[in-house]
């Protein structure tokens, strides 16, 4: 009866805790590289700096007026702002860490505000336009298409854009080349010819397969991830140094697991490259006895959505309730996480878990498929032992199936992001 109580609380056990680090949230990395990387628009938020290169062969730098709706955003020019249709634009340049450069556009945009409302220049555009369209090649390496206004101001110039008008003061338009008639209205096929292929950026950037890392994972994102094809997980950011999550599992296996969780993470320090973040974890499960439990972590991270190193470290307090039998233990976890980008959609990954009070050292290698929107993940769980272990110790996979011969636990798990 002993042996029996005690195969059971080890099954049990190592059934709790896989379970436990399947849950701990996850988060998105939002931090461009360098300052002229190519980024989308779904990664842009209020009063960004960009360079916006259109498929009409114009090209202007500007700031996100407010944030991007899902087919267009309103971009605020140094002469104007525009609604710009995501199918217009051939691609988005990267200032957005550029401040000298934020700040003079900023000045640009309240002076020639200030500018157009002195000269009344928004009652013009009622006036006609002319039947052809031109480009304007500003001093400030800005270039717009559109038609001129025909009015009989020489102090300034008016044009409307597919997208809206564009106020110029005289003295702001090029010397080189004042105007550039085209024979027509189509898109320059050189500039299209230019367009690169942007490749897509894995939106689970900042999560292993178990164990997030330490970046922040980005005010107004939201995503919905799976483990397992059992356990659904909702995971939205409020702010760009918080996330939240909630959700729940349920495994028919031998002994079935219901799990529901919830918990917060923070990130309060992000660079280029070292990202620390913290976080806490609540958990209520149901296999054979009722778990209640509580997780506080820290995550320091190196590198960047393509590769990266995270050491984490947590501590869990676990009061359980079996037959009227009660019981606290606390766990330590130290583990360690590495993720690599090997293809334009591949990334590798590995997780290696230390647990105290535990002989089994699991080592979990992935691979992981991403788009834009949603991620796959396949992979293996591999049980490593710690010194001095017993060597006749099952693995985690007998433990969990309760059937030996098992050597690897296979996982899967998938995840969309909105």
Excluded: C
């Amino acid at each position: 009866m002993n042996g029996h109580t005690s195969r059971a609380k080890a099954v049990l056990r190592s059934t709790h805790l896989l379970f436990i680090l399947l849950i701990v949230p996850g988060s998105h990395s939002l931090h461009a590289q360098d300052q002229r990387t190519l980024i989308r628009p779904r990664d842009l938020r209020r009063g960004d700096l960009v360079k916006l290169v259109m498929k009409d062969s114009s090209h202007f730098y500007g700031l996100v007026a407010g944030k991007p709706l899902p087919d267009r955003m309103i971009f605020q020019t140094r002469y104007g702002k525009l609604e710009t249709p995501y199918d217009d634009i051939a691609y988005i340049m990267d200032y957005r860490f550029n401040k000298s450069m934020k700040n003079d556009l900023r000045k640009a945009i309240e002076s020639n505000s200030k500018d157009a409302e002195k000269y009344h220049l928004s009652d013009l555009i009622a006036n006609r336009k002319s039947e052809t369209p031109s480009i304007i090649y500003t001093e400030s390496h800005d270039a717009f298409r559109g038609y001129k206004f025909i009015i009989g101001d020489t102090k300034h110039t008016i044009i409307s854009t597919d997208w809206g008008e564009i106020y110029f003061p005289a003295k702001e338009i090029s010397d080189k080349e004042l105007f550039s008639d085209f024979d027509s209205q189509e898109p320059d096929p050189l500039t299209i010819a230019r367009i690169p292929r942007i490749p897509p950026k894995d939106p689970m950037a900042s999560q292993g397969f178990v164990t997030p890392n330490g970046i922040a994972f980005g005010k107004g994102s939201f995503f919905l991830s799976d483990f397992l094809l059992g356990g659904l997980q909702f995971n939205y950011g409020p702010f760009d140094w918080l996330s939240a999550n909630l959700g729940g599992v349920f495994l028919p296996l031998r002994n079935s697991i219901t799990v529901a969780t919830g918990g917060l993470k923070f990130t309060p320090y992000s660079s280029e490259k070292w990202h620390v973040s913290a976080g806490v974890q609540g958990m209520y499960s149901q296999v054979i006895k009722t778990t209640h439990l509580a997780l506080g972590y820290g995550a320091l991270t190196y590198g960047s959505w393509e590769s990266q190193l995270t050491l984490f470290a947590g501590y869990t307090v676990n009061h359980t309730d079996s037959l009227g039998y009660k019981n606290t233990k606390n766990d330590e976890l130290l583990i360690v996480q590495g993720m690599k980008q090997v293809g334009v959609n591949v990334k590798l990954g590995v997780e290696l878990f230390f647990i105290s009070n535990f002989e089994i050292v699991p080592l979990l290698a992935t691979i992981r498929y991403f788009t834009d929107r949603f991620t796959i993940d396949v992979g293996a769980v591999l049980s490593l032992y710690k010194a001095g272990a017993v060597r006749t110790t099952k693995t985690l996979a007998e433990y969990v199936f309760d059937t030996p011969d098992v050597p690897v636990i296979p996982v899967f798990s998938f995840s969309y992001h909105f």
